[in-house]
């Protein structure tokens, strides 16, 4: 067990809609990253959030976004959803997202885009 | 920009046969990390080891070893004697600068360890 917990871990839903994946990092971690697993893109990072700021940010849809609250989960929301949309969305979170730092990943949300 | 290449998509062999996973990739950064990932059947993703850019030496951990060569961009990883539980995707990953998470992945290697 990493950890990390992620929220739901399956989600069904329909092109056009909206979801909101939930994550809670380990306790102590202030940053939070979110990575998209899909069979065409592969593993992707999205976004990064340190102690409620936005840190870095890789190859996220304007269609989603992200934040991270006071108590330091994460949710991110992914909107006008697309077939394409459907993946495994991970979570990890580590100390404070500095280089030596080791990263504990959630189990994941498949998310299927119907 | 950054590229990590995986080239073998799926390796198969027997118990406690060795096995190699290669990692080629391409950075401009002088300053970077690389890393191994290992994601089992279950999917959770577990992080294996990390390896600046200024540090060459081969690291080993139980059956695990890394091999970094700058020279040839290349951070490959063996299993000795390996095992069923072994059986895995594993994904090799480059971040530059300082953040360990802003990373690019390969895109993994399926090893399948026989009984």
């Known amino acids: 067990d990493s950890g990390v917990t992620q929220t739901p871990k399956h989600l069904i839903t329909a092109t056009g809609q909206r979801v909101t994946l939930r994550c809670s990092p380990r306790s102590g971690d202030l940053s939070v990253y979110w990575y998209q697993q899909s069979l065409d893109q592969g593993l992707q990072f999205l976004i990064q959030?340190?102690?409620?700021?936005?840190?870095a940010k890789g190859n996220i849809l304007e269609r989603f976004s992200a934040q991270q609250f006071p108590d330091l989960h994460s949710e991110l929301n992914l909107s006008s959803l697309e077939l394409g949309d459907s993946a495994l969305y991970f979570c990890?979170?580590?100390?404070?997202?500095?280089?030596?730092?080791?990263?504990?990943f959630g189990s994941g949300t498949q998310l299927s885009v119907l | 920009a950054q590229k990590v290449t995986q080239a073998q998509t799926e390796i198969s062999v027997v118990e406690k046969e060795d096995v190699t996973l290669d990692c080629v990739y391409e950075t401009r950064d002088t300053t970077y990390y690389l890393f191994w990932y290992k994601q089992p059947p279950s999917g959770e993703l577990v992080f294996l080891i990390r390896r600046n850019s200024f540090d060459e030496q081969n690291e080993i951990s139980g059956r695990y070893s890394w091999n970094f060569q700058k020279s040839t961009s290349s951070f490959n990883f063996t299993i000795t004697a390996s095992q069923v539980v072994d059986s895995a995707v594993y994904f090799c990953?480059?971040?530059?600068?300082?953040?360990?998470?802003?990373?690019?992945f390969g895109d993994g290697t399926t090893l399948t360890v026989k009984p």
């Open positions: 990890a979170s580590s100390v404070g997202g500095g280089p030596n730092e080791k990263l504990f």
């Open positions: 990953a480059l971040s530059e600068g300082f953040n360990a998470g802003k990373s690019t």
């Open positions: 959030y340190y102690n409620g700021e936005e840190r």
